[in-house]
Protein backbone atom coordinates (compact mmCIF):
# COMPACT_ATOMS: atom_id res chain seq x y z
CA UNK A 1 0.00 0.00 0.00
CA UNK A 2 1.07 3.33 -0.89
CA UNK A 3 2.51 5.53 2.14
CA UNK A 4 0.99 9.27 2.66
CA UNK A 5 2.37 11.89 4.77
CA UNK A 6 -1.06 13.81 5.85
CA UNK A 7 -0.43 17.32 7.53
CA UNK A 8 -3.10 17.03 10.24
CA UNK A 9 -4.53 19.34 12.21
CA UNK A 10 -7.33 17.44 14.32
CA UNK A 11 -9.72 19.28 12.71
CA UNK A 12 -13.05 17.98 10.95
CA UNK A 13 -11.53 18.37 7.03
CA UNK A 14 -8.00 16.85 8.16
CA UNK A 15 -10.13 13.66 9.93
CA UNK A 16 -12.61 13.44 6.98
CA UNK A 17 -9.22 13.39 4.75
CA UNK A 18 -7.15 10.45 6.29
CA UNK A 19 -10.46 8.37 5.84
CA UNK A 20 -10.75 9.59 2.45
CA UNK A 21 -7.54 9.07 1.40
CA UNK A 22 -7.46 5.44 3.21
CA UNK A 23 -10.43 4.85 0.55
CA UNK A 24 -8.10 5.85 -2.31
CA UNK A 25 -5.19 3.36 -1.66
CA UNK A 26 -3.27 5.18 0.79
CA UNK A 27 -1.41 4.21 4.17
CA UNK A 28 -1.86 7.37 5.98
CA UNK A 29 0.37 8.62 8.54
CA UNK A 30 -0.78 11.83 10.57
CA UNK A 31 1.85 14.61 11.22
CA UNK A 32 1.13 17.14 13.93
CA UNK A 33 3.44 20.18 13.71
CA UNK A 34 3.45 22.24 17.10
CA UNK A 35 4.35 25.57 16.62
CA UNK A 36 3.47 26.63 19.73
CA UNK A 37 -0.40 26.59 19.44
CA UNK A 38 -1.13 25.82 23.13
CA UNK A 39 -2.97 22.45 22.29
CA UNK A 40 -3.27 19.00 24.00
CA UNK A 41 -2.06 16.52 21.35
CA UNK A 42 -3.25 12.92 23.28
CA UNK A 43 -6.68 13.66 22.06
CA UNK A 44 -5.87 15.00 18.80
CA UNK A 45 -3.67 11.67 18.52
CA UNK A 46 -6.16 9.11 19.39
CA UNK A 47 -8.90 10.91 16.51
CA UNK A 48 -6.39 10.59 14.00
CA UNK A 49 -5.88 6.66 14.80
CA UNK A 50 -9.63 6.11 15.15
CA UNK A 51 -9.73 7.82 12.10
CA UNK A 52 -7.52 5.30 10.00
CA UNK A 53 -4.62 6.41 10.28
CA UNK A 54 -1.42 3.94 10.15
CA UNK A 55 0.10 6.00 13.02
CA UNK A 56 0.34 9.51 13.91
CA UNK A 57 4.13 11.38 14.22
CA UNK A 58 4.03 14.69 16.28
CA UNK A 59 7.25 16.86 15.70
CA UNK A 60 8.14 19.77 18.51
CA UNK A 61 9.19 22.82 15.84
CA UNK A 62 8.94 25.91 18.37
CA UNK A 63 11.91 26.56 19.20
CA UNK A 64 13.26 26.09 15.70
CA UNK A 65 9.74 28.47 14.62
CA UNK A 66 11.27 30.98 17.18
CA UNK A 67 15.00 30.83 16.25
CA UNK A 68 14.55 30.49 12.47
CA UNK A 69 11.79 32.06 11.14
CA UNK A 70 10.18 34.05 13.75
CA UNK A 71 13.55 36.06 14.66
CA UNK A 72 14.58 36.67 10.91
CA UNK A 73 11.33 38.00 10.13
CA UNK A 74 12.02 40.64 13.14
CA UNK A 75 15.21 41.45 12.66
CA UNK A 76 13.94 42.47 9.11
CA UNK A 77 11.11 44.48 10.30
CA UNK A 78 8.52 42.30 8.29
CA UNK A 79 4.84 43.44 8.45
CA UNK A 80 2.35 43.13 5.77
CA UNK A 81 0.39 45.75 4.81
CA UNK A 82 1.39 47.65 7.85
CA UNK A 83 -0.80 45.89 10.29
CA UNK A 84 -0.09 41.91 9.84
CA UNK A 85 2.94 40.35 11.58
CA UNK A 86 3.02 37.65 9.69
CA UNK A 87 2.03 34.94 12.71
CA UNK A 88 0.51 31.63 10.40
CA UNK A 89 2.74 32.76 7.57
CA UNK A 90 5.73 32.56 9.11
CA UNK A 91 4.71 29.43 10.46
CA UNK A 92 3.94 27.66 7.08
CA UNK A 93 7.46 26.76 5.57
CA UNK A 94 8.42 25.00 8.37
CA UNK A 95 5.60 23.33 8.79
CA UNK A 96 6.36 22.01 4.97
CA UNK A 97 9.88 21.51 5.33
CA UNK A 98 8.91 19.11 8.73
CA UNK A 99 6.11 17.28 6.80
CA UNK A 100 8.89 17.17 3.86
CA UNK A 101 10.98 15.40 6.10
CA UNK A 102 8.75 12.73 7.65
CA UNK A 103 7.72 11.85 4.49
CA UNK A 104 11.22 11.47 3.16
CA UNK A 105 11.72 9.45 6.72
CA UNK A 106 9.06 7.02 6.26
CA UNK A 107 9.38 6.34 2.97
CA UNK A 108 6.47 8.16 1.40
CA UNK A 109 6.18 9.72 -1.99
CA UNK A 110 3.34 12.10 -1.34
CA UNK A 111 2.13 13.74 0.97
CA UNK A 112 -1.34 15.79 1.59
CA UNK A 113 -2.65 18.69 3.61
CA UNK A 114 -6.22 20.02 4.59
CA UNK A 115 -6.14 23.30 2.92
CA UNK A 116 -8.97 25.04 0.56
CA UNK A 117 -8.38 26.07 -2.76
CA UNK A 118 -8.94 29.50 -1.81
CA UNK A 119 -6.63 30.42 0.74
CA UNK A 120 -2.86 31.64 0.90
CA UNK A 121 -1.78 28.19 2.92
CA UNK A 122 -2.14 25.92 0.54
CA UNK A 123 0.46 28.11 -1.94
CA UNK A 124 3.16 28.49 0.89
CA UNK A 125 3.12 24.76 1.56
CA UNK A 126 3.09 23.31 -1.50
CA UNK A 127 5.77 26.21 -2.96
CA UNK A 128 7.79 25.05 -0.07
CA UNK A 129 7.79 21.42 -0.78
CA UNK A 130 8.45 22.34 -4.31
CA UNK A 131 11.50 24.15 -3.65
CA UNK A 132 12.76 21.53 -1.00
CA UNK A 133 11.53 18.11 -2.26
CA UNK A 134 10.55 18.06 -6.06
CA UNK A 135 10.29 14.51 -6.35
CA UNK A 136 7.22 14.50 -3.41
CA UNK A 137 3.70 14.82 -5.14
CA UNK A 138 1.48 16.94 -3.29
CA UNK A 139 -2.51 15.93 -2.61
CA UNK A 140 -5.20 18.70 -1.89
CA UNK A 141 -8.34 16.86 -0.63
CA UNK A 142 -10.50 19.77 -0.22
CA UNK A 143 -9.37 20.71 -3.70
CA UNK A 144 -10.46 17.69 -5.57
CA UNK A 145 -13.13 15.75 -3.16
CA UNK A 146 -16.77 15.28 -4.07
CA UNK A 147 -17.51 17.00 -0.49
CA UNK A 148 -18.81 20.77 -1.31
CA UNK A 149 -19.62 21.53 1.98
CA UNK A 150 -19.29 21.82 6.01
CA UNK A 151 -22.44 19.54 6.28
CA UNK A 152 -21.63 17.03 3.57
CA UNK A 153 -18.29 16.48 5.39
CA UNK A 154 -19.99 15.90 8.72
CA UNK A 155 -22.29 13.66 6.99
CA UNK A 156 -19.41 11.98 5.56
CA UNK A 157 -18.20 11.18 9.13
CA UNK A 158 -21.27 10.13 9.98
CA UNK A 159 -21.62 7.59 7.79
CA UNK A 160 -18.26 6.13 8.29
CA UNK A 161 -18.34 6.69 12.24
CA UNK A 162 -15.51 8.74 12.62
CA UNK A 163 -15.03 10.55 15.61
CA UNK A 164 -14.55 13.99 14.77
CA UNK A 165 -14.35 16.89 16.99
CA UNK A 166 -17.17 18.16 18.50
CA UNK A 167 -18.85 21.06 17.04
CA UNK A 168 -17.19 24.71 18.14
CA UNK A 169 -19.51 26.99 19.53
CA UNK A 170 -16.88 29.39 17.90
CA UNK A 171 -18.91 31.44 14.94
CA UNK A 172 -14.89 32.11 13.75
CA UNK A 173 -12.27 29.98 11.92
CA UNK A 174 -9.22 30.26 14.16
CA UNK A 175 -5.21 30.12 13.89
CA UNK A 176 -2.78 30.10 16.41
CA UNK A 177 0.87 29.94 17.37
CA UNK A 178 3.72 31.06 19.56
CA UNK A 179 3.64 34.37 17.31
CA UNK A 180 -0.36 35.12 17.23
CA UNK A 181 -3.66 34.76 16.60
CA UNK A 182 -5.37 34.74 13.01
CA UNK A 183 -9.19 34.81 13.05
CA UNK A 184 -11.62 35.17 10.46
CA UNK A 185 -15.18 34.11 8.70
CA UNK A 186 -18.94 34.77 10.64
CA UNK A 187 -19.29 37.90 11.16
CA UNK A 188 -16.32 39.36 10.18
CA UNK A 189 -16.76 38.65 6.73
CA UNK A 190 -18.88 41.97 6.73
CA UNK A 191 -15.97 44.84 7.20
CA UNK A 192 -18.49 47.13 8.23
CA UNK A 193 -18.89 44.94 11.35
CA UNK A 194 -17.21 45.92 14.45
CA UNK A 195 -15.35 42.22 15.76
CA UNK A 196 -17.22 41.38 18.59
CA UNK A 197 -15.65 41.16 21.76
CA UNK A 198 -15.91 37.09 21.68
CA UNK A 199 -13.64 37.20 18.38
CA UNK A 200 -10.68 37.72 20.42
CA UNK A 201 -8.83 34.62 21.87
CA UNK A 202 -5.82 36.20 23.94
CA UNK A 203 -6.14 39.97 24.72
CA UNK A 204 -8.18 41.74 27.05
CA UNK A 205 -10.58 44.36 25.88
CA UNK A 206 -8.43 47.97 26.19
CA UNK A 207 -11.23 49.40 27.94
CA UNK A 208 -11.18 46.66 30.77
CA UNK A 209 -7.71 46.94 31.11
CA UNK A 210 -5.78 47.98 34.60
CA UNK A 211 -5.79 51.35 35.07
CA UNK A 212 -2.18 51.75 35.86
CA UNK A 213 0.04 51.59 33.25
CA UNK A 214 2.86 48.65 32.87
CA UNK A 215 6.34 49.39 31.76
CA UNK A 216 8.54 46.79 30.24
CA UNK A 217 12.11 46.89 29.22
CA UNK A 218 13.40 44.55 26.36
CA UNK A 219 17.30 44.40 25.90
CA UNK A 220 18.61 43.29 22.81
CA UNK A 221 22.06 42.27 21.26
CA UNK A 222 22.58 42.47 17.30
CA UNK A 223 18.80 42.95 16.99
CA UNK A 224 18.49 40.02 19.08
CA UNK A 225 15.69 40.51 21.92
CA UNK A 226 17.82 39.03 24.74
CA UNK A 227 15.72 39.71 28.10
CA UNK A 228 12.94 41.21 29.97
CA UNK A 229 13.63 44.14 32.90
CA UNK A 230 17.18 43.04 33.04
CA UNK A 231 16.33 39.19 32.85
CA UNK A 232 17.97 36.72 30.28
CA UNK A 233 15.40 34.36 28.55
CA UNK A 234 15.57 32.37 25.69
CA UNK A 235 14.00 33.72 23.26
CA UNK A 236 10.91 31.11 23.43
CA UNK A 237 10.36 31.95 26.55
CA UNK A 238 10.65 35.91 25.80
CA UNK A 239 7.75 35.48 23.48
CA UNK A 240 5.91 33.60 25.97
CA UNK A 241 6.55 36.39 28.34
CA UNK A 242 5.37 39.42 26.33
CA UNK A 243 2.24 37.37 24.98
CA UNK A 244 1.07 37.34 29.13
CA UNK A 245 1.74 40.48 29.65
CA UNK A 246 0.65 42.40 26.44
CA UNK A 247 -2.30 40.32 26.53
CA UNK A 248 -3.49 41.62 30.23
CA UNK A 249 -3.09 45.22 28.77
CA UNK A 250 -4.85 44.79 25.90
CA UNK A 251 -1.71 44.99 23.03
CA UNK A 252 -1.56 43.62 20.01
CA UNK A 253 -4.88 43.99 18.01
CA UNK A 254 -5.10 44.23 14.79
CA UNK A 255 -8.08 44.27 12.09
CA UNK A 256 -7.38 44.62 8.46
CA UNK A 257 -8.94 44.25 4.69
CA UNK A 258 -6.42 41.78 3.70
CA UNK A 259 -4.90 41.02 -0.41
CA UNK A 260 -4.33 37.59 -0.82
CA UNK A 261 -2.28 36.04 -2.49
CA UNK A 262 -4.70 34.18 -4.72
CA UNK A 263 -6.25 37.88 -5.79
CA UNK A 264 -9.17 38.20 -3.27
CA UNK A 265 -9.80 40.57 -0.39
CA UNK A 266 -10.00 39.32 2.59
CA UNK A 267 -11.17 40.58 6.15
CA UNK A 268 -8.59 39.08 9.05
CA UNK A 269 -8.45 40.23 12.78
CA UNK A 270 -5.49 39.70 14.58
CA UNK A 271 -3.80 39.14 18.04
CA UNK A 272 0.02 39.50 18.44
CA UNK A 273 1.09 41.04 21.53
CA UNK A 274 4.76 39.93 21.88
CA UNK A 275 4.92 40.86 17.98
CA UNK A 276 3.71 44.28 18.56
CA UNK A 277 5.88 44.94 21.65
CA UNK A 278 8.79 43.53 19.98
CA UNK A 279 8.73 45.20 16.51
CA UNK A 280 7.69 48.76 18.50
CA UNK A 281 11.05 48.11 20.42
CA UNK A 282 13.11 46.77 17.34
CA UNK A 283 12.53 49.91 15.28
CA UNK A 284 13.17 52.25 18.64
CA UNK A 285 16.07 51.19 18.68
CA UNK A 286 17.29 51.24 14.78
CA UNK A 287 16.00 54.99 14.91
CA UNK A 288 18.86 55.62 17.82
CA UNK A 289 21.80 53.19 16.42
CA UNK A 290 21.29 53.30 12.00
CA UNK A 291 22.25 56.65 9.82
CA UNK A 292 19.34 57.82 7.53
CA UNK A 293 20.78 56.56 5.11
CA UNK A 294 20.45 53.09 6.14
CA UNK A 295 17.00 53.26 7.92
CA UNK A 296 15.75 54.52 4.71
CA UNK A 297 16.39 51.54 2.63
CA UNK A 298 15.48 49.08 5.40
CA UNK A 299 12.24 50.46 5.39
CA UNK A 300 12.74 49.09 1.45
CA UNK A 301 13.65 45.68 2.47
CA UNK A 302 11.13 45.23 5.36
CA UNK A 303 8.58 46.00 2.99
CA UNK A 304 9.88 42.98 0.84
CA UNK A 305 11.13 40.94 2.88
CA UNK A 306 7.04 40.54 4.50
CA UNK A 307 5.69 40.46 0.76
CA UNK A 308 8.43 37.19 0.61
CA UNK A 309 6.90 35.69 3.85
CA UNK A 310 3.21 36.32 2.89
CA UNK A 311 3.52 34.76 -0.44
CA UNK A 312 5.16 31.28 0.26
CA UNK A 313 8.48 32.13 -1.14
CA UNK A 314 10.75 31.87 2.03
CA UNK A 315 13.36 29.10 0.48
CA UNK A 316 14.61 31.72 -2.28
CA UNK A 317 17.66 33.00 -3.21
CA UNK A 318 15.74 36.82 -2.54
CA UNK A 319 15.19 36.16 0.85
CA UNK A 320 18.42 34.69 1.34
CA UNK A 321 20.12 37.59 0.22
CA UNK A 322 17.64 39.69 1.69
CA UNK A 323 19.22 37.72 5.14
CA UNK A 324 22.62 38.58 4.61
CA UNK A 325 21.75 42.18 4.46
CA UNK A 326 19.45 42.12 7.43
CA UNK A 327 22.49 40.92 9.46
CA UNK A 328 24.99 43.04 8.78
CA UNK A 329 22.07 45.78 9.40
CA UNK A 330 21.78 44.71 12.65
CA UNK A 331 25.36 44.81 13.94
CA UNK A 332 25.22 48.04 15.63
CA UNK A 333 21.48 47.18 16.91
CA UNK A 334 22.36 46.35 20.62
CA UNK A 335 20.43 48.14 23.67
CA UNK A 336 17.63 48.93 26.01
CA UNK A 337 14.10 49.77 25.07
CA UNK A 338 11.63 50.79 27.51
CA UNK A 339 8.11 50.83 26.89
CA UNK A 340 4.64 51.49 28.58
CA UNK A 341 1.80 49.23 28.37
CA UNK A 342 -1.38 50.88 28.79
CA UNK A 343 -4.92 50.08 27.88
CA UNK A 344 -4.20 49.00 24.33
CA UNK A 345 -2.26 51.60 23.36
CA UNK A 346 1.78 51.17 23.32
CA UNK A 347 5.05 53.89 23.77
CA UNK A 348 8.24 53.51 24.01
CA UNK A 349 9.43 55.95 26.61
CA UNK A 350 12.96 55.61 26.75
CA UNK A 351 15.84 53.80 24.65
CA UNK A 352 19.24 53.64 25.08
CA UNK A 353 22.26 52.11 23.20
CA UNK A 354 26.16 52.09 23.54
CA UNK A 355 26.19 52.48 19.54
CA UNK A 356 23.80 55.46 19.84
CA UNK A 357 24.27 57.62 16.88
CA UNK A 358 22.18 60.51 18.88
CA UNK A 359 24.60 62.97 20.67
CA UNK A 360 23.24 65.33 22.77
CA UNK A 361 26.10 67.77 22.76
CA UNK A 362 24.69 68.46 19.17
CA UNK A 363 21.21 68.40 19.34
CA UNK A 364 20.67 70.60 22.62
CA UNK A 365 19.68 74.04 22.91
CA UNK A 366 21.19 74.83 25.75
CA UNK A 367 24.33 74.92 26.94
CA UNK A 368 27.55 73.44 25.84
CA UNK A 369 26.29 73.25 22.11
CA UNK A 370 28.61 72.15 19.78
CA UNK A 371 26.75 72.39 16.82
CA UNK A 372 28.36 75.27 14.85
CA UNK A 373 25.19 77.24 13.63
CA UNK A 374 27.03 78.91 11.34
CA UNK A 375 27.24 76.08 8.91
CA UNK A 376 23.27 76.36 8.58
CA UNK A 377 23.77 79.05 5.57
CA UNK A 378 26.24 77.33 3.29
CA UNK A 379 23.87 74.72 3.67
CA UNK A 380 20.46 75.88 2.96
CA UNK A 381 22.58 77.47 -0.31
CA UNK A 382 24.13 74.51 -1.04
CA UNK A 383 20.59 72.41 -0.65
CA UNK A 384 18.72 74.66 -2.22
CA UNK A 385 20.43 75.40 -5.34
CA UNK A 386 18.82 72.93 -7.57
CA UNK A 387 15.89 74.22 -7.05
CA UNK A 388 16.88 78.08 -7.40
CA UNK A 389 15.32 80.25 -10.65
CA UNK A 390 18.26 81.30 -12.68
Same mark, same amino acid.
Given at each position: ??????????????????????????????? =?????????????????????????????????????????????????????????????????????????????????????????????????????????????????????????????????? !???????????????? =?????????? =?????????????????????????? !???????????????????????? !???????????????????????????????????????????????????? !???????????????????????????????? =?????????????????????????????????????????????????????????????????????
Amino acid at each position: MKKIVLAYSGGLDTSVAIRWLSQKGFQVIAF =LADVGQGEDFGPIRRRALACGASQVVIKDLRESFAREYILPALRAGAVYERKYLLATALSRPLIAKALGEAAVAHGARTVAHGCTGKGNDQVRLEVTLKILFPRLAVLAPLREWELKSRAEEIRYAARHK !LPIAPPSQSRFSIDQN =LWGVSIESGP =LEDPWVEPPPEAYQWTKEPSRAPARP !LLVTVDWLRGVPAGINGKRLSLTR !LIERLNHLGSAHGIGRSDLIEDRLVGIKSREVYEAPAAHILHAAHQELEQLT !LDREMLIFKEIVAGRYARLVYDGLWFTPLKAA =LDRWVDESQRRVSGRVRLKLYRGTLAAVGRGSPNALYRKALATYQGKDEFDQRWAGGFIALWGLPYAKP
